[in-house]
């Protein structure tokens, strides 16, 4: 482009956090445990109860985003505070805790984004069958009508599930599948079939509620190349494209299954029950935007039909194939970062494109970021310039694809706080904002503003246009 486009006014320029790796406080003032609370949480690793003590800690934090430019927060409830098993009685206290962050958001003009479930169920649904049990959909009915009456006055932007995808592509890392189970696809199938369903009975029922508001599905979407020009490679792309990234948003857009992954699901007796109704909420319920999550792009070729599909090389976070639908591959143009992440700025302006030119719906990026091991350093500094030189890059991709005519209207990278990383604890952290802590010594929690805080401070107050 000769001609670069400017960032939008009222721009949402934010960062996004989670209930669960950020609260702590995991069992006080009447909170329920999650399917997260109750996970074998990986060797070596912290769990989630203290986290980053966020729960007592929030009017300090709020007062560091503010200082730091926040227009928009994404964060999200836990469904256990305000329901701790998930149906049945509200929790005041629950209602009360995000009564007081929403409203220290609001008077720091800091709009509220709020997702309703991020990964963490409530550990008494599970029992009872989780997601594979239709009773699961009435609970999060009840829990999100419950969430428009008491926030709905204040909350605009709603983001139903977050990276429902991942939770069925990796069913068995968040605790909501039995991994001893003799079909588990087909079972993840039909949880993935009631959650979209669920998420279209939300999405009614807030437009039904609050007509001014605006909600929208929040999956992980990104570009996936062909590991070469040679067709079948370029096929088995197109195939793991629907099968990773269209077949949630073409449900919540268009209300019907994409017919690559309905076959899929046919050939390989995955197909979920569908019960009389369920189509016609499906196809009745529209969101208003498509927020979406981006870490890096993914690269598949064409399946060699043998378990070699699967590579399970040791580097884990190299596409993992399915045996007879694709083959995983290293992308060679790419690098990584400390964890072994491709990292992908291009990636990101194709995908924004995609996902655009596909729904032609407004778009938020509700998480982008880089995991890495920060050092504190004496004087309380945190030099973490290569995360500058990521979100740098990255944001330019955004603007080109701004100028592309994608409309974008927010930007809130993970994280906006260092927090517990989903599967890699709290040494691995993402924030501007340092929490002193370390895998096992809680240490003072103190928060320290790094190197890219002034950074984004000084991004957000020239509207992006001094990255
Ligand atoms: C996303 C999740 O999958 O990626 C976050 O929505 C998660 O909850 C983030 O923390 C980064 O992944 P990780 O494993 O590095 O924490």
């Known amino acids: 482009h000769t001609n670069l486009k400017k960032f ?3 721009f949402f320029w934010g960062g996004s956090t989670s209930a669960y790796q950020i609260e702590g406080a995991w069992n006080e003032d009447g909170k329920g445990p999650s399917v997260i609370d109750m996970a074998n949480h990986v ?3 912290t769990d989630f109860k203290v986290a980053s003590d966020h729960y007592h800690r929030y009017q300090e934090d709020v007062a560091l985003l503010a200082e730091l430019g926040f227009k928009a927060y994404r964060f999200s409830i836990a469904w256990t505070r305000i329901y701790p098993h998930g149906s049945g009685e509200v929790n005041p206290k629950g209602i009360e805790f995000y009564n007081n962050l929403i409203n220290e958001l609001i008077k720091n003009n800091i709009e509220p984004i709020v ?8 550990y008494a649904l599970q029992q009872k069958g989780g997601w594979s049990n239709r009773e699961t959909i009435d609970a999060f009915e009840t829990y999100s009508k419950t969430l428009f009456a008491n926030f709905g006055d204040r ?3 709603w983001l139903t599930i977050n990276e429902q995808n991942m939770m069925i592509l990796h069913g068995d890392a968040i605790g909501t599948i039995d991994p001893n189970l003799e079909n588990p696809k087909k079972e993840l199938y039909q949880q993935n079939h009631h959650m979209l369903v669920a998420q279209a009975k939300a999405m009614k029922l807030c437009h039904q509620m609050l007509p001014e508001a605006k909600i929208g599905p929040a999956p992980n979407i990104v570009s996936i190349y062909p590991a070469s020009a040679k067709p079948e490679d370029v096929l088995a792309a197109d195939n793991f494209a629907a099968i990773r990234n269209w077949l949630y948003l073409d449900m919540a ?28 909420i499906l196809a009745n319920a529209n969101p208003d935007f498509i927020a979406f999550n981006y870490y890096t792009s993914q690269s598949v070729a064409e399946s060699t039909g043998d378990p070699s599909d699967i590579n ?15 083959k995983g591959h290293k992308n060679e143009y790419l690098k990584t970062n400390e964890f072994g992440w491709e990292i992908d700025p291009v990636g990101f302006r194709t995908t924004l494109r995609e996902i655009y030119s596909r729904y032609h719906l407004p778009l938020i990026v509700t998480e982008l970021g880089l995991g890495a091991f920060d050092q504190l350093e004496e004087d309380d500094i945190v030099n973490d310039s290569y995360r500058i030189d990521f979100l740098k890059k990255h944001l330019e991709q955004l603007q080109l694809a701004i100028s592309d005519g994608v409309e974008v209207f927010g930007f809130c990278p993970w994280s906006a706080i260092d927090l517990v990383s989903t599967h890699q604890g709290s040494s691995k952290r993402y924030g501007f904002i340092y929490v002193n802590r370390d895998e096992f010594d809680l240490k003072d929690l103190r928060r320290i503003r790094k190197q890219s805080f002034y950074w984004y401070q000084g991004v957000i107050a020239s509207n992006g246009d001094k990255l």
Not at 115 to 122: A, K, Q, R, S, V
Not at 255 to 273: A, I, Q
């Open 155 to 157: 909350v605009n932007y």
């Open 8 to 10: 939008p006014d009222a």
């Open 43 to 45: 060797e070596g690793v």
């Open 312 to 326: 399970h090389t040791g580097d884990q976070h190299i596409t993992i194939g399915e045996q007879g639908v694709y």
């Open 253 to 280: 857009v268009f209300g019907r299954y994409n017919n690559v992954v309905w076959s899929y699901l046919e050939e390989n007796g995955y197909t979920p029950t569908i019960v009389e109704g369920d189509m016609d």
């Open 115 to 122: 997702t309703m479930y991020h990964f963490d169920l409530p």
